[in-house]
């Protein structure tokens, strides 16, 4: 099992930054896919951006070039560097951790963290 507990957010004006951290009951790299999730008002719940044990990363196409995952093995943290924010990136953020064993797949969910971007 495994607990996530993010922290970061906050509300930033348009243009700003923010990094989000989620930090991780048990070592990273034994995670096989960590990644970044949100969900504005009235929308469904969406990836941002993922990194996988083996470093790779990727993002949605509205993130790239703007957001930056990565992760912290000494801290057990994962991070979502978050640049060049705009309105639209207003939302619920949460933490996910996806755990294949064999060919069992578990989900883990963080309790989320609150970003506004004013315009």
């Known amino acids: 099992q495994v607990q996530l507990v993010e922290s970061g957010g906050g509300l930033v004006q348009a243009g700003g930054s923010l990094r989000l951290s989620c930090a991780a009951s048990r070592k990273i790299s034994s995670i096989t896919i960590m990644g970044w999730y949100r969900q504005a008002p009235g929308k469904q719940r969406e990836l941002v951006a993922i990194?996988?044990?083996?470093?790779?990363?990727t993002y949605a196409d509205s993130v790239t070039g703007r957001f930056t995952i990565s992760g912290d093995n000494a801290k057990n943290t994962v991070y979502l560097e978050m640049n060049s924010l705009k309105p639209e990136d207003t939302a619920v953020y949460y933490c996910?951790?996806?755990?294949?064993?064999?060919?069992?797949?578990?989900?883990?969910w963080g309790q989320g963290t609150q970003v506004t971007v004013s315009s």
């Open positions: 996910n951790a996806q755990m294949i064993i064999i060919r069992a797949t578990y989900d883990y």
């Open positions: 990194i996988t044990s083996d470093g790779s990363t």
